[in-house]
């Protein structure tokens, strides 16, 4: 399975945007999925995942009430609609498959980079103030 990460971009703060993580080579429909960021010099930063069906959702606290995770299994990919955004949500944000729903179980395995087997090539946001 290849993830392609899209959508990213500049945009003033208190704008949006929506990143899409389409997969090729294969079927996501029973992967969970997240997205990560990642800004030069820091580790990379758990933001939001979904389980297969899309029915349990999870939010880093920074997301929560501003980003939305979702996904179309028909079309295999998974989006994140970003609104109200922040300078200090500039950064690559990449998109991952983990290959079982135990991923999402503990916040420590869903928030945890190494819980994934699948990377998107990551899409850069660039917020201006």
């Known amino acids: 399975v290849q993830l392609q990460a899209s959508g990213g971009g500049l945009v003033q703060a208190g704008g949006s945007l929506r990143l899409s993580c389409a997969a090729t080579g294969g079927t996501i429909g029973t992967y969970p999925i997240a997205w990560f960021r990642q800004v030069p010099g820091k580790e990379r930063e758990f933001v939001a995942a979904?389980?297969?069906?899309?029915?349990?959702?999870y939010y880093a606290n920074s997301a929560k009430g501003r980003f939305t995770i979702s996904r179309d299994n028909a079309v295999n990919t998974v989006y994140l609609q970003m609104n109200i955004l922040k300078p200090e949500d500039a950064a690559v944000y990449y998109c991952?498959?983990?290959?079982?729903?135990?991923?999402?179980?503990?916040?420590?395995?869903?928030?945890?980079?190494?819980?994934?087997?699948?990377w998107g090539q990551g899409t850069l946001v660039t917020v201006s103030s």
């Open positions: 979904i389980s297969w069906s899309g029915g349990t959702i």
């Open positions: 991952a498959a983990g290959t079982s729903h135990s991923t999402l179980l503990s916040l420590r395995a869903r928030s945890s980079p190494g819980s994934y087997f699948y």
